[in-house]
Structures are given as structure tokens and as C-alpha cells.
């Protein structure tokens, strides 16, 4: 079975700049969380989607936004990007319960 | 607040040895999860073992256990015969049963020294 997929694998913006980012769930998998990865940190939650409602929110701006799909699918937003966006944003869905499947998430790097 | 503190940045070991990496945690939540996720230069990131926080008995996985100590909130990882391929960045994490947002420690680098 295919795990977690992202696109792109890597991306390069410039400053005010918008990008997407897209993730596939593993089939079957309905909750499809987004996390930021700054160099030499751990990740930190972004959103959280269960059955394309939004069930959590972490400590980011506005500029930050989501959405998923009939499919599960889901986009993770960024407007107006800064410097400090500059991460690995990392995708992981999960069935219902605790155990999150991560993908091999997505670099940006903001100019 | 939730947080999840790893006091080693990094940690070296030979080959075959065994390896303890250390978490501590925060929370007055009762119900809880605690995990140890394994991220290679790959950048997958990979759960290594997991801990309901209401059982006692502490998680194994093959070379990799845990000792859970609830009250002392401490949650440390040990890595038994260690390999090469352990080489990775590992993170300490903490999930409440009521959220599913993973609260990560800022991770510890273990290298496998041939």
C-alpha cells in the first residue's frame, strides 16, 4: 500500500510570494494533520483536518490555511511568505485514532 | 502547556552498543500517548514505539524499549546492539487522547560509530 505522498518535493519562493503544498493520505485514512519543520527543530503542529473539518489550530498566522478534499486530500496555504517560512512542512493522516503516518514532507525555501 | 524537553543534542555510540536517549514532559492531562520518532537524512519521519500512559508496562520493540516513569514524567529511550542505520535524528513526542497534535521535543542526533 502507497504511504503518505506529498508534492512538491522541494520548492523555491521568493519573499510575498504564495505557494501550495498538496498531500495524499494513505487510503482510507479520513484525519490529515500539517506540520512545520524548521532546521534543527522539531516539528510544530500547523492544522489538523478530520472528514474536511478543521479540528485544530496551532500557534501560526493567518497566512497559514487549509483545506480537504472529498477525497481526504488536503492543501496547506501559505501567503505573503516570509524568510522564516523557510522549512520541511510535513503531512501525516491517520485512520481515527493516535498513530500518525507521516510523508517525506516538502522543502521551501523563501528568497 | 504541554512540552517535551530532550536535554542531549547529540550522541555518539559505537556499534553494537546500547544507547539511552533521554525525554522529560510536561502536562497535567491523565490520558495520554508518548512516542519516539525516528528521522533519518531521508527525512521520513518513522515511529520507533509508542507508550500509552496509562499502562504500566513499558513499550518494546524489538532492540528498542522504553522506561516510562509517569510520575517523574520522564520517558527515555534505549536502543540495544546498536547499528549503523540507528544513525538519525530522534524526537520524543506527547499527544493528549482529547487532541491529535503531536507536541515534538527538539530531538536528539544519535550517530552509530563503526
Known amino acids: 500500500d502507497a504511504g503518505v505522498t506529498q508534492s512538491p518535493t522541494h520548492l523555491i519562493k521568493t519573499r510575498g510570494q504564495h505557494v501550495t503544498l498538496r498531500c495524499s493520505p494513505i487510503?482510507?485514512?479520513?484525519?490529515v494533520s500539517w506540520y512545520q519543520q524548521v532546521l534543527g527543530q522539531g516539528p510544530q503542529f500547523i492544522f489538523q483536518y478530520y472528514e474536511k473539518e478543521e479540528r485544530g489550530r496551532g500557534n501560526f498566522p493567518d497566512r497559514f490555511s487549509a483545506r480537504q478534499f472529498p477525497n481526504y486530500s488536503s492543501e496547506l496555504n501559505v501567503n505573503a511568505l516570509l524568510l522564516g517560512d523557510s522549512a520541511l512542512y510535513l503531512c501525516?493522516?491517520?485512520?481515527?485514532?493516535?498513530?500518525?503516518?507521516f510523508g517525506p514532507g516538502t522543502r521551501l525555501t523563501v528568497l | 502547556a504541554q512540552t517535551v524537553t530532550q536535554s542531549q543534542p547529540e550522541m555518539s555510540v559505537q556499534e553494537a552498543e546500547t544507547v539511552t536517549l533521554s525525554c522529560t514532559y510536561d502536562?497535567?492531562?491523565?490520558?495520554?500517548?508518548l512516542f519516539w520518532y525516528k528521522q533519518p537524512p531521508s527525512r521520513q519521519m518513522i515511529l520507533v514505539i509508542r507508550?500509552?500512559?496509562?499502562?504500566?508496562q513499558n513499550a518494546t520493540e524489538n532492540r528498542f524499549s522504553v522506561n516510562f516513569q509517569k510520575a517523574a514524567k520522564s520517558f527515555s529511550l534505549k536502543i540495544s546492539d546498536s547499528q549503523l542505520g540507528d544513525t538519525a535524528m530522534y524526537f520524543c513526542?506527547?499527544?493528549?487522547?482529547?487532541?491529535?497534535?503531536?507536541?515534538f521535543g527538539k530531538g536528539t542526533r544519535l550517530h552509530i560509530l563503526p
Open positions: 502536562t497535567s492531562e491523565s490520558n495520554y500517548y
Open positions: 513526542a506527547f499527544m493528549t487522547w482529547e487532541e491529535d497534535k503531536i507536541i
Open positions: 487510503s482510507g485514512h479520513k484525519s
Open positions: 501525516a493522516s491517520s485512520f481515527r485514532d493516535n498513530e500518525q503516518f
Open positions: 507508550q500509552e500512559a496509562y499502562k504500566q
